[in-house]
């Protein structure tokens, strides 16, 4: 069965140090998302992407926090500089289409963060 | 924008016993209603979804019910077993593939 891939799995740095994560969605899926999960709380939606478009970056700190899916495929999550408040797991969903019906969301194993 | 609810945040239970897990939401315009299991250190994994045109939906031992006039749905876990302690999560959006709300969770413990 197709899954989401991330990497890495586990990345501490230190504050003010720049981070990357990526994802690889499952083959076919148009439609990418990462979600930032803090420990205890449900994930929430940092950036929406349709193929390579934007489709909903509202909740993403863009002082600090960039998204791109150039290809359309694959995305790069990019964090410069790091804050201690950004520790947290980072997890990547894909969706696809049956027809004309969307299909829900499936996650990636995340990556987890710590900022020191 | 959408604000879902989930209680209770923690449940613990008999092996065999049945677990109930409900969540509210605020946004009259969702129409679909995933929920995910989430194993510590694990990816969230859909269990269970429901959309707005079903009242009821069952795979197994697991079910989900959705009110639309009171907006609030349910998880309903029969003869829990061991391998059902996890993290629950529900959420809510306007359709599958769109952005999800979710809950803040339910961890739920089953005891042998």
């Known amino acids: 069965e197709a899954e989401v891939a991330q990497s890495p799995r586990y990345k501490i740095t230190e504050k003010s140090q720049a981070v990357a994560f990526w994802c690889d969605p499952i083959s076919g899926h148009a439609t990418l998302y990462w979600y930032r999960q803090i420990l205890g709380q449900g994930p929430e939606l940092l950036v929406q992407f349709q193929d390579e478009s934007v489709v909903d970056d509202s909740q993403l700190p863009k002082d600090r926090f960039s998204a791109e899916r150039l290809k359309g495929v694959d995305s790069t999550l990019k964090i410069q500089p790091a804050e201690l408040g950004d520790s947290a797991m980072y997890l990547c969903?894909?969706?696809?289409?049956?027809?004309?019906?969307?299909?829900?969301?499936?996650f990636g194993p995340g990556t987890r963060l710590l900022v020191l | 924008g959408e604000n879902v609810e989930q209680h209770p945040s923690t449940l613990s239970v008999q092996e065999g016993d049945s677990a109930v897990i409900k969540c509210t939401y605020s946004d009259s315009a969702s129409n679909y209603f995933p929920w995910y299991k989430q194993e510590l250190g694990k990816r969230p994994q859909l269990i269970i979804d429901i959309r707005s045109n079903v009242g009821e939906k069952k795979d197994q031992r697991i079910a989900v019910t959705l009110n639309k006039t009171a907006k609030h749905f349910s998880l309903h876990i029969t003869e829990t077993q061991p391998e059902d302690s996890a993290v629950y999560f529900c959420?809510?959006?306007?359709?599958?593939?769109?952005?999800?709300?979710f809950g803040g969770g339910t961890r739920v413990l089953v005891k042998p």
């Open positions: 959420a809510a959006s306007m359709a599958a593939g769109n952005k999800l709300t």
């Open positions: 969903a894909s969706s696809g289409k049956t027809g004309l019906l969307k299909e829900t969301q499936y």
